[in-house]
């Protein structure tokens, strides 16, 4: 089992980790604080749309461009295992992943397009979301039922003529609230009563401009709103979508997610350990360089501890996280699930413990702006939930590990 990188990938790596700490790092916080300036939370002041601007117009003249397409010709060819060190690079940063057009939800909904989407639709989305012209959003979970079982959703799809119907709710819609945001990928509901729960249920695109679209507020976490990125609350009500629209055909919407949130999953785990990297460089950047009570904070109470178990913490989740690259690269996405699951609960829960004792270790101003660790704490705690949350993927896994025990699946 081979985890390592080559050496075209070592050289990726590092030119990934140079732009972070060259161009990134040092105007995030200036970006960050000028989110709502403008008057409009979801709109771009011209100084937020310059920095993002030319960090991707440096990012594509340094030819640090769209690696997340893996196992495609369109993309670096990389494998699943040599873009995990460089999501993890990726993950230091939260505007890090923009910068080379590997950001959510936009890398899985591009994955969409490319292996689903007929030539129209590629022409149409796929080629200005892969020039960083665009972006999307993803809309599956809806308000009024367990969206954790995504055989619940309800949002109707009905044929008319030569347009389908759309009626119904969605929230925590990743990416609607973006202004620049021109395709959404939706998971509706095609199917009746009769037919198999897995074979009710088809992905459409759909563009926010269409009538009948309404914003009804943004979802907020941990009372902020992520602006201007945004998880919106849409309804939809007798919105009209032309057939062709629909991705491969009704009834295949699981068969889509699958093949969307498979690789999307892995890619969130990366980019967890790469924000545990950076709040365990920062605890002990911290740990030695303030004192208190006479002694540098490092030599205070259990914070040699403390450091040990994070960076042990961190090297396993590594590991795992590799492991599943690996088996998706070796046996397929489908096949990979259990792994995929596991590294799904580990990498935010592993993440979480670091930057919540990094936090403490910055007392007041760890949980203040002045340190990227909140935002940071935000996103780990919310990953719990996005793409699944843990108690689903624990389903997976254990059903994985009884089968090798029963004859039947439990």
Known sequence: MDLGLSKRGTELRDKVRAFIDTHVVPVEDEYHSLVGTGGDRFQFTDRMTEILETLKAQAKKDGLWNFWLTDSDAGFGLTTVEYA?????????????????????????????????????????LKPLLEGKMRSAFLMTEPDVASSDATNLEMSCVLDGDDYVLNGEKYWASGAGDP??????????????????????????????????????PMQVFGHDDAPHGHMHIRFTNVRVPK?????????????????????????CMRAIGSAERALELMCKRATTREAFGRPLAKLGANYDIIAEARIDIEMSRLLCLKAAYMMDTIGTQAAQPYISQI?????????????????????????QDFPLAAMY????????????????RMVIARTELKKYRSNSV
């Not at 699981?254 to 949130?261: T, Y």
């Not at 993440?351 to 990094?358: F, H, P, T």
Request: glycine fraction near 14%; aromatic fraction near 6%; proline fraction near 4%.
């Open 85 to 125: 060190y460089l999501a993890e690079e990726m993950g230091r940063s939260q505007i890090a992943s923009e910068a080379f057009n590997c950001s959510a939800p936009d890398t899985g909904n591009m994955e969409v397009i490319e292996r689903y989407g007929t030539q129209e639709h590629k022409d149409k989305w």
């Open 244 to 268: 062709e629209n629909l991705i491969i055909g009704e009834g295949r919407g699981f068969e889509v997610s699958q093949g969307r949130l498979g690789p999307g999953r892995i890619h969130h």
């Open 344 to 368: 799904k609960v580990q990498a935010p829960r592993m993440a979480l413990g670091v930057i919540d004792e990094s936090m403490q270790m910055h007392g007041g101003r760890g949980i203040s």
């Open 378 to 393: 935000t996103g780990m705690r919310t990953l719990r939930f996005a793409d699944g949350p843990d108690a689903v993927h």
């Open 180 to 217: 620049r945001c021109g395709i959404y990928v939706v998971m509706v509901k095609t199917g009746n009563e009769d037919d198999p729960r897995h074979g009710r249920h088809s992905m459409i695109f759909v563009e926010p401009k269409t009538a009948g679209i309404e914003t009804l507020r």
